[in-house]
């Protein structure tokens, strides 16, 4: 990472959205022609933000932080975090894939691809140590029974 650059989350979704829209200059050929994505895309997309706005909510009535960096106050597995432990995380990679889905971009979906994988292994994976950390056997009955995704 460069040094002094805010490693998180929204970044590296902003990163994967700015591919796709590049994508579409720079990798024309890279692009399909289809009208049928267009329904399913915006479902897709739209499903993304409202999860996000739904997670985020547990934050503030938890009053815990949401920035993956900091340690969590509480322990939320209500709402959405039952059936999944980083539906936030889920709902930026789904409106990646809804934009993927709508620019009819292949780059833009090896970019939702990528931006799974680093969600997944620089904060899902390191959150769930601290989470353990923090709160114990609480937390690990919670990783045991949750699944990290969908």
Do not use: C
Not at 64 to 91: C, D
Not at 104 to 109: D, E, I, P
Not at 118 to 134: G, H, N
Request: proline content about 7%; charged content about 15%; hydrophobic content about 50%.
């Amino acid at each position: 990472m460069i040094k002094g650059f805010p490693d998180l989350p929204p970044i590296w979704w902003a990163g994967s959205m700015g591919t796709i829209y590049l994508a579409k200059w720079f990798a024309p050929s890279w692009h399909w022609q289809a009208d049928v994505v267009n329904i399913p895309s915006k479902i897709i997309f739209y499903t993304g933000l409202a999860l996000i706005a739904w997670s985020a909510t547990w934050f503030w009535q938890r009053k815990t932080p949401i920035e993956p960096h900091n340690t969590p106050q509480t322990l939320i597995i209500e709402g959405p975090y039952r059936v999944s432990r980083n539906p936030i995380y889920l709902g930026l990679v789904m409106l990646t894939l809804g934009s993927a889905l709508g620019h009819t971009s292949l780059v833009g979906l090896m970019a939702t691809v990528l931006l799974w994988w680093v969600l997944d292994l620089r904060f899902a994976r390191k959150e769930e140590k601290l989470l353990v950390a923090t709160f114990g056997d609480a937390a690990t009955a919670y990783l045991a029974r949750t699944r990290r995704w969908i």
